[in-house]
């Protein structure tokens, strides 16, 4: 089933949507990206970063997030983002700096940083006790 609200990645149509969901920091960066002209890079910088806030990537037409909609799961990430605000635009700042960097040309180098446990204890498979 196709939701009407569901586009490949994360839409910039959405953002306004997301404005009012955290404090002053968030809404003064949601503003910013939309009063961007179209394709700026503050513009492409929020888009990165709802893409891998949201795992938009890993999203596919039969999906539970694509069958409820890109709003609905925009404003659940944002929600449920247990940062601060300044982590969020610190998150922000990393992206513009890495679609910046790609249209320079110059070559990203991808560090992944481990994402934190929910429990707060973490076990890797293999990991010893």
């Known amino acids: 089933m196709y939701h009407s609200d569901t586009e490949i990645l ?71 983002f247990r940062g601060e605000d300044e982590e969020l635009v610190a998150q922000f700042q990393r992206a513009k700096s890495d679609v910046s960097l790609f249209l320079s040309g110059e070559r990203i180098v991808m560090v992944r940083t481990p994402e934190p446990a929910i429990s707060g204890h973490r076990h890797d498979v293999g990991d010893a006790e």
């Open 10 to 80: 994360f839409p910039m149509r959405v953002a306004p949507a997301l404005r009012d969901l955290r404090g002053w920091r968030w809404r003064r960066l949601v503003d910013r990206s939309v009063q961007a002209p179209e394709a700026a890079l503050d513009q492409l910088a929020f888009t990165l970063l709802m893409i891998r806030l949201a795992g938009c990537l890993t999203c596919h037409p039969d999906s539970y997030r694509a069958l409820r909609g890109c709003t609905t799961c925009a404003t659940q990430v944002i929600r449920r």
